[in-house]
């Protein structure tokens, strides 16, 4: 019953709980236990006495019927789609899937995380019903080795579905996060294992700031695609499915041509092309200029000692003023 009050109310609107019993054949009450709910879980209700209730235009629940129907006739069985109401984390549940039924392309989605992550091991802020939560497994015939620049690729396409869902200057931090308006808005967590030389797989994990509005446990800037104040699209199912659409277009061509096909377009994305910035790995600190990516996707830091390549892992990137 939920989703089909969520269909009624996807207006923004303010829909009386008298009104949404009638069209739904239950009672107010009904919809009323319903509601409390989804909102003592943290979704963007809201309640005016005398008026109803009311959520951001698009909120609806996660679906994954709808995300397929979403998707262009070839794509809608590329992948086996997954979704959880609530879980540790939808890379780690891919990792499960992988373990019980073998590595198949298959794509795994959920309402909350209980553990999300992000890079170096941080914490995802996950709340339920307002973000995006979701990893992609892909097979790799030609080993690991050949996966350099993929995560770069894969922010970049993120960048590109949100520009076309409605969403104008979000830019790409090397190596995986997503500003926008200078903030953090969405980032990527890649995990590859198998063979450097055989058969391999990668779990793509991306994370989406779509409706989330205020959370105390973030320690950095970010904002979210209802934040923005932009007029795009919020609704999460067509969202990732503008998403998987343009995914398989990106890891096509990034298996017959490498990072080298998206460099030009990844750089023209980077929020601190120019800009001196310290690259910190444990202890150590590098300093230098920002001057881009090179054709793998390893950042190109201009030092006092000359030009350096970073490649991505368990390094952060830092603008040298903020530091």
Same mark, same amino acid.
């Given at each position: 019953?939920?989703?089909?009050?969520?269909?009624?109310?996807?207006?923004?609107?303010?829909?009386?709980?008298?009104?949404?019993?009638?069209?739904?054949?239950?009672?107010?009450? *009904?919809?009323?236990?319903? $509601? %409390?709910?989804?909102?003592?879980?943290?979704?963007?209700?809201?309640?005016?006495r005398g008026k109803g209730y009311r959520i951001p235009p698009g909120a609806v629940l996660l679906d994954c019927g709808l995300v397929r129907e *979403?998707?262009?006739?070839? $794509? %809608?069985?590329?992948?086996?789609?997954?979704l959880y109401q609530q879980i540790d984390s939808t890379n780690a549940q891919a990792q499960r899937l992988i373990a019980e039924s073998g590595v198949r392309p298959l794509a795994v989605i959920a309402e909350q995380q209980t553990a999300g992550r992000g890079r170096r091991g941080r914490q995802w802020s996950s709340p339920f019903g307002q973000n995006i939560y979701m990893s992609f497994v892909e097979p790799v015939s030609g080993g690991a080795q050949g996966l350099e620049g993929l995560s770069l690729v894969v922010g970049l396409t993120l960048v590109q579905t949100l520009e076309a869902c409605g969403y104008q200057g979000c830019q790409l931090k090397w190596p995986n996060d997503i500003l926008l308006n200078g903030a953090k808005l969405a980032g990527v967590l890649l995990e590859i294992s198998g063979d450097l030389t055989a058969d391999a797989v990668v779990i793509i994990g991306v994370g989406v700031n779509v409706l989330m509005e205020q959370d105390d446990n973030i320690d950095q800037g970010w904002t979210s695609l209802r934040g923005s104040g932009q007029k795009g699209l919020l609704d999460r199912n067509q969202l990732i499915a503008a998403f998987a659409q343009r995914l398989?277009?990106?890891?096509?061509?990034?298996?017959?041509?490498?990072?080298?096909?998206?460099?030009?377009?990844?750089q023209a994305c980077d929020a601190w092309l120019g800009a001196e910035v310290q690259v910190i790995s444990g202890a150590n600190v590098l300093v230098g200029r920002n001057l881009g990516v090179d054709a793998t996707g390893a950042l190109r830091l201009l030092t006092a000692e000359g030009e350096r390549q970073v490649s991505g892992g368990e390094v952060s990137l830092r603008l040298s003023h903020a530091s």
């Open positions: 019953m939920l989703h089909a009050i969520l269909a009624l109310l996807a207006d923004g609107q303010f829909h009386s709980g008298e009104k949404l019993g009638e069209q739904l054949g239950v009672s107010r009450a *009904a919809v009323w236990k319903s $509601l %409390q709910r989804l909102e003592q879980q943290g979704f963007p209700l809201h309640r005016v *979403a998707l262009p006739a070839p $794509l %809608q069985s590329r992948w086996h789609w997954h398989a277009q990106a890891l096509r061509l990034f298996a017959r041509d490498g990072f080298l096909a998206f460099q030009a377009q990844w």
